[in-house]
């Protein structure tokens, strides 16, 4: 079965730091491109990061470039984002989601992680 | 950048109604990449159908996706009770590359 479970959310202070960290189960992580996917409370989905399946493409959405990276361990089957200088426009649950091959659809994600940027 | 504005924003509907909802680009979108979400409260989101028309591994057939060009629509022929949730479009982008969702559609209860 296929799993992804995000943890590392939290409430942190404006232009403070948070490292999320998703952990893939049930399929062969080194072989799918992953993105981060945010929704703030009572708003729509917004894209943050795209990483292939060997982190040697990287793509932001501008709202995070620069303060955002995407990173992955394929050894230990995770997904990373790290987040410095937060907003509070970046608070948001945060979900990891796997690429339907060769169609740019997230097929499975995982349950979310909230992050708070409040102070 | 592409813009997807969907519409209505809601729709209210009985059980067992057809529902019809629709995407619009802002430019052309590649059919290969665009896609339908089903997302209900404190869910993640459902893929639903991929490239336009592919309805996702169980996914019921009453679920259709359609359209070319900047003009998609996901029907869902009979609504069932568990339907009622909001409806996400996407679209993945080269130029610039990355992905985009529309602003959703509220199914909601008549």
């Known amino acids: 079965e296929v799993q992804l479970v995000e943890s590392g959310g939290g409430l942190v202070q404006p232009g403070g730091s948070l490292r999320l960290s998703c952990a893939a189960s049930?399929?062969?992580?080194?072989?799918?491109?992953m993105n981060w996917v945010r929704q703030a409370p009572g708003k729509g989905l917004e894209w943050v990061s795209y990483?292939?399946?060997?982190?040697?493409?990287?793509y932001y959405a501008d709202s995070v470039k620069g303060r955002f990276t995407i990173s992955r361990d394929n050894a230990k089957n995770s997904l990373y984002l790290q987040m410095n200088s937060l907003r509070a426009e970046d608070t948001a649950v945060y979900y990891c989601?796997?690429?339907?091959?060769?169609?740019?659809?997230?097929?499975?994600w995982g349950q979310g992680t909230l992050v708070t940027v409040s102070s | 950048e592409i813009v997807l504005t969907q519409s209505p924003g809601t729709l209210s509907l009985s059980p067992g109604e057809r529902a019809t909802l629709s995407c619009r680009a802002s430019?052309?979108?590649?059919?290969?990449?665009l896609a339908w979400y089903q997302q209900k409260p404190g869910q993640a989101p459902r893929l639903l159908i991929y490239?336009?028309?592919s309805r996702a591994t169980g996914i019921p057939d009453r679920f259709s996706g359609s359209g070319s060009g900047t003009d998609f629509t996901l029907t869902i022929s009979r609504l069932e009770p568990e339907d009622f949730a909001v409806y996400y479009c996407?679209?993945?982008?080269?130029?610039?590359?990355?992905?985009?969702f529309g602003g959703g559609t509220k199914v909601e209860i008549k």
């Open positions: 989601a796997r690429v339907v091959a060769a169609a740019g659809a997230l097929d499975y």
């Open positions: 049930g399929f062969t992580f080194s072989s799918y491109e």
């Open positions: 430019q052309s979108v590649s059919s290969s990449y």
């Open positions: 996407q679209q993945y982008g080269s130029s610039p590359p990355g992905l985009t």
């Open positions: 990483i292939s399946s060997s982190g040697s493409t990287i």
């Open positions: 490239g336009a028309s």
